[in-house]
Structure formats: structure tokens, C-alpha cells
């Protein structure tokens, strides 16, 4: 069956834009899921800041990619699974490897540690994968980095002490994809991610170091994200 004329020039664009060396090794570059910003990629792709920056309008332009802005930060990730289905196949044909992400975050930092009023490191995105998978956290079209609770969710939240009305009616975003530092795959941010961490305090699931932004996982906390979560710790 010959392809609609269409969709060979798709292809064939599509195929340009992953074929230039540069843009090549910043797609594989995210394979992992890990974001990264334009100066990283430029790093990657072993181009200039500016050239880095045209090669990325043109992959977000070919919907490979796509971008979000974080205050001053842009976190640049692949558009969907099936961008990531397509390198894969390629990396077959190709034969070849692609390099694990290495954090060049501080040990004491990268496990769990305070991002302004909310949770972030390891714990807190392997914490909105669980709410992920057992369908609590939803996308809310009002933004593209938007989340929302399900009726689950909400549920759930509720049980550990959370007024969720309460945390709706806040003057400040319910929650959204906090891109997390060294993880660089989003944790949850917003009025519900202050909220989980104020338990998290309160019910001394974690210990606050006074000197610096670590967070410490007590022995109730292990045992409160194992029961509550399901997170293999």
C-alpha cells in the first residue's frame, strides 16, 4: 500500500529534523526522560547556545519536543512515548547505545530535599509516579503542566489529614509538573505539594535539616510511604 503523499512529506520532514548530527544527540539526549535546558542540550549537541537554540525550535516545530518554562529556566523533554517509540526503533537499526543520566547533585540533596514550599528529589518524583499509577493525579487542561486529583485522588489525599476544598480555595495554582532538579523528571509543586509536605513534617515521615534544604526519611516515614504509596524503598 503506497503512503498518502501527505504523509510521506510528514516523514520525510520528521526525518530531517532527527537526522542533523546536532539535533540527533539532543533527542537521544532526552530518551531517558529526563529534561534538560537549551545551554545542557547545546552541551550535548557539541553546538553553540544560539545554534542549540534554533535546533530546538525546529524539533518542538516537528512536535518531537516540547518545552516548559519553569521561572527563568526552560526544561526542554521529548513530546510523548511515541517520539520515544521511534528513537528506540532507530537505536535498533543503528545498533547502538545510548548514555544512562548521571545527577551531578549532592548526595545529601538529590534523596529528598525541600523546592520552596514543596517536596522534591528522588522520593518526591518516584511520590507522583505512584500517584500516577494508581490513578489519583490527572491533567488539567487549564495549562499544559497542570495537575489535577481525581476522585481517588482526592479520596486518598483526604486520608492523610488534607482538606483538599481547602487547598483548592488557596489564592496560588492547585498543583503542577514541577521539573525536579536533579531528577529532571517533574515532582508535584503548587498548593498540594505544600500540603503532602506539611504532613510529611508534621507526622515526622521526614526531618527537616536546619542548615540546608535536605530532607531526612525517618523509619515512620519509610514505613508511611511503603503502606500509603506503595513505593519500594
Not at 526542554?76 to 517509540?85: I, N, Q
Not at 487549564?142 to 476522585?151: F, H, N, V
Not at 486518598?156 to 503542577?176: E, K, P
Request: contains cysteine; hydrophobic residues 45%.
Amino acid at each position: 500500500m503506497v503512503a498518502e503523499p501527505a504523509v510521506e512529506i510528514g516523514v520525510a520532514s520528521i526525518a530531517a529534523a532527527i537526522g542533523e548530527p546536532a539535533r540527533a544527540r539532543m533527542l537521544y539526549c532526552l530518551l531517558d526522560g529526563h529534561a534538560r535546558t537549551s545551554t545542557e542540550l547545546a552541551i550535548v549537541g557539541e553546538v553553540s547556545p544560539s545554534t542549540a537554540s534554533v535546533h530546538l525550535a525546529r524539533l518542538k516545530d516537528q512536535k518531537l519536543v516540547k518545552v516548559l518554562s519553569q521561572g527563568k529556566h526552560r526544561y526542554y523533554s521529548l513530546e510523548g512515548e511515541s517520539v520515544a517509540r521511534a528513537l528506540e526503533a532507530l537505536t535498533v537499526v543503528a545498533g547502538g547505545e545510548r548514555r544512562k543520566f548521571v545527577p551531578g547533585t549532592p548526595s545529601h540533596l538529590r534523596s529528598a530535599r525541600t523546592c520552596y514550599d514543596h517536596m522534591a528529589g528522588l522520593l518526591a518524583v518516584s511520590l507522583r509516579d505512584r500517584f500516577e499509577k494508581l490513578n489519583w493525579l490527572a491533567t488539567d487542561g487549564s495549562a499544559k503542566d497542570a495537575y489535577d486529583l481525581t476522585d481517588e485522588g482526592s479520596r486518598a489525599v483526604a486520608s492523610l489529614g488534607i482538606d483538599v476544598g481547602a487547598v483548592r480555595n488557596l489564592r496560588r495554582r492547585f498543583a503542577y509538573a514541577c521539573v525536579d532538579w536533579s531528577e529532571r523528571r517533574p515532582h508535584i509543586g503548587g498548593a498540594l505539594g505544600h500540603a503532602i509536605l506539611h504532613v510529611a513534617l508534621k507526622q515526622q515521615w521526614f526531618v527537616q535539616d536546619l542548615d540546608s534544604r535536605a530532607l531526612t526519611l525517618t523509619a515512620v516515614g519509610r514505613r508511611q510511604l511503603q503502606a500509603r504509596f506503595g513505593l519500594k524503598l
